[in-house]
C-alpha cells in the first residue's frame, strides 16, 4: 500500500527523510521553551532532520492534582506561537476537550489527540473538522489494529491528513510494552507512523520526578528497533535539564545528547528504505 504524505509546514511526514516531534513534555517557563527550540532548529538544520516542535500547554492526565499542569490555553498557545514565529519550527500539542479546539487551531499545525482520549468521539471530529493535521496517540488499552477506529472517525469530516504515533500497550501493571507488530498494522492504515519512543520508557504509578519513573537505558534499542521496522518519524520528548522538568523528569532526554542519539537512527532509515524498496 502506498503512503500517503501528509504535509505540516515545511515537513514532508512520510517521505524521505527521517522527521521528528520533539519538545518539553508540558510548556514551562519562556527560557526554558526558547532554548529548546534554538537546539532544535540547530540540529535539525545540520543533520537535514525536519523537526516539528511539540510541547503540551495542559497535562490534564497528571496522577496527581498536586502536580505541575502547565500555563493553559492562552499562555501555552502564546508561547508557542512566538516559537513557530521566531525559529520558522511547525508546532504540535494536546487538546483535551472540544472547547480548546478552535483557539488551538489557530496557532497549531498539529491538533494531538492524548492516548487516553483517542476513542472520544467529539473531541476527534471536531479536531478533525478544522482541517488541520491531526496527530492520533496509540491508546494504551487498544490493539493496534483498532486504531484504524479513529482514523475512520477523522476521515468521516473528509480530513486526510493524519499521523498515527506508537507509545506502547500497557497491561495494567505500570510499564509499557512496544510491540513491533504494531508499526506494521498502524501503517496498513496507509498513513505515516511515528513511534513515541520517550513515552515508550516510563514507568506509570511512579512520579515522573523519581529517577525510577523511567527507564532511559532502553532508548537506544527501541529507537533502532522502530526505525528498522519502518516508521517514518520519531517523537523525542527533550530538555535542558531532564531532572528539574516539572513533567516526566525520568524519561526526557536531554537536549544536548539528541544530536548524537538520531544520528545512527538517520543512516538506519536510510537502510530500511533501501530494503523496502528493493
Known amino acids: 500500500m502506498s503512503k500517503k504524505i501528509v504535509q505540516v509546514g515545511s515537513v514532508k511526514c512520510g517521505d524521505d527523510p527521517l522527521f521528528l ?11 526554558t521553551m526558547m532554548t529548546v527550540a534554538e537546539k532544535l532548529k540547530r540540529v535539525s ?3 537535514n532532520l525536519p523537526v516539528i516542535y511539540k510541547s503540551s500547554f495542559q497535562k490534564d492526565n497528571r496522577s496527581s492534582v498536586n502536580y505541575y499542569q502547565g500555563p493553559g490555553l492562552h499562555e501555552g498557545l502564546r508561547i508557542l506561537e512566538q516559537i513557530k514565529k521566531e525559529f520558522e519550527l511547525p508546532v504540535l500539542s494536546d487538546i483535551h476537550f472540544p472547547e480548546q479546539v478552535d483557539a488551538a487551531a489557530e496557532v497549531l499545525d498539529v491538533l494531538q489527540i492524548p492516548a487516553y482520549l483517542v476513542m472520544q468521539t467529539t473531541l476527534v471530529v471536531n479536531a478533525a473538522k ?15 489494529e483498532n486504531m484504524i ?20 500497550y500497557t497491561f495494567g501493571y505500570n510499564d ?11 501503517g496498513k492504515t496507509g498513513y505515516p507512523v511515528v ?5 515508550a520508557i516510563r514507568k506509570y504509578g511512579i512520579p515522573s520526578a523519581d529517577p525510577s519513573g523511567g527507564a532511559r537505558q532502553y532508548l537506544p534499542v527501541l529507537g533502532r528497533a522502530g526505525v528498522a521496522a519502518g516508521v517514518d518519524g520519531l517523537f523525542i520528548e527533550t530538555h535542558p535539564c531532564p531532572s528539574e522538568a516539572l513533567c516526566d523528569a525520568a ?3 536531554d537536549i544536548d545528547q539528541l544530536e548524537e542519539f538520531v544520528k545512527p537512527l ?5 537502510v530500511e528504505l533501501k530494503y523496502r524498496k528493493a
Do not use: W
Open 21 to 31: 516531534i520533539s519538545g518539553p513534555c508540558v510548556i514551562e517557563e519562556y527560557s
Open 45 to 47: 538544520e545540520k543533520l
Open 130 to 144: 478544522t482541517g488541520k493535521v491531526i496527530n492520533l496517540k496509540h491508546g494504551q488499552f487498544l490493539a493496534p
Open 149 to 168: 477506529k479513529p482514523v475512520q472517525k477523522v476521515e468521516s469530516t473528509g480530513n486526510e491528513d493524519i499521523i498515527l504515533t506508537e507509545r506502547g
Open 176 to 186: 509499557l510494552v512496544v510491540d513491533p507488530r504494531s508499526f506494521y498494522e498502524l
Open 195 to 199: 513511534f513515541d519512543v520517550t513515552h
Open 251 to 253: 524519561s526526557q532526554m
Open 266 to 270: 538517520i543512516e538506519l532509515h536510510q
